[in-house]
T-cell receptor, first 112, second 113 residues
Framework: DGGITQSPKYLFRKEGQNVTLSCEQN?????MYWYRQDPGQGLRLIYY???????QKGDIAEGYSVSREKKESFPLTVTSAQKNPTAFYLC???????????FGDGTRLSIL | GQQVMQIPQYQHVQEGEDFTTYCNSS?????IQWYKQRPGGHPVFLIQ?????EVKKQKRLTFQFGEAKKNSSLHITATQTTDVGTYFC?????????????FGAGTQVVVTP
């Protein structure tokens, strides 16, 4: 099946550690996105990439980093600089930036 | 910066009733998109409106994009239990690329049988 795979589903982090969330798509989409969702709130854009080897900051990029070395992969690193990382992280992709976004099942990150 | 607001935040509906949820942006949008997120799930794309004043229907759902391209509405008729979930509107400001969506906080819909 074509789709977006996020792993792991649940992730626990100790304070001071960096963690990397995986996002893989086999839809042959050019654009990929990372969002953060907090309870009772909408999605906030962290980073997005319109093409391989290029990405732009979203509204809340501080404390996060990404890479886009392959078309199908867009990993997100939550660094120790992110002071409040506990949230639900959603990865999405679209054929082009003008097309609807398809979301993965998300990763729930918690601080131990 | 651009803000997208949705009202109401919560909507309790008796099965069979109609309701409307509203979306307002502080800036003009290139397009408006609606997504539905079931409890414990991920957002799923419903529809995209691009033209000023555009109206689109999907079975019992009617979507409208305002003339000024700053507001939108979603009207559901004869609500069913399958309509439960949170409905988000999202859109890029005309000054941003289309991929840079600003999401509203959503309307959480609860249906009483």
């Amino acid at each position: 099946d074509g789709g977006i795979t996020q792993s792991p589903k649940y992730l626990f982090r100790k304070e001071g550690q960096n963690v990397t969330l995986s996002c893989e798509q086999n839809l042959n989409h050019d654009a990929m996105y990372w969002y953060r969702q907090d309870p009772g709130q909408g999605l906030r854009l962290i980073y997005y990439s319109q093409i391989v080897n290029d990405f732009q900051k979203g509204d809340i990029a501080e404390g996060y980093s990404v890479s886009r070395e392959k078309k199908e992969s867009f990993p997100l690193t939550v660094t120790s600089a992110q002071k409040n990382p506990t949230a639900f992280y959603l990865c999405a992709s679209s054929g082009t930036e003008r097309q609807p976004q398809h979301f993965g099942d998300g990763t729930r990150l918690s601080i131990l | 910066g651009q803000q997208v607001m949705q009202i109401p935040q919560y909507q309790h509906v008796q099965e069979g009733e109609d309701f409307t949820t509203y979306c307002n942006s502080s800036t003009t949008l290139s397009n408006i998109q609606w997504y539905k997120q079931r409890p414990g799930g991920h957002p799923v794309f419903l529809i995209q409106l691009v033209k000023s004043g555009e109206v689109k229907k999907q079975k019992r759902l009617t979507f409208q994009f305002g003339e000024a391209k700053k507001n939108s509405s979603l009207h559901i008729t004869a609500t069913q239990t399958t309509d439960v979930g949170t409905y988000f509107c999202a859109g890029p400001a005309t000054t941003d690329s289309w991929g840079k969506l600003q999401f509203g906080a959503g309307t959480q819909v609860v249906v009483t049988p």
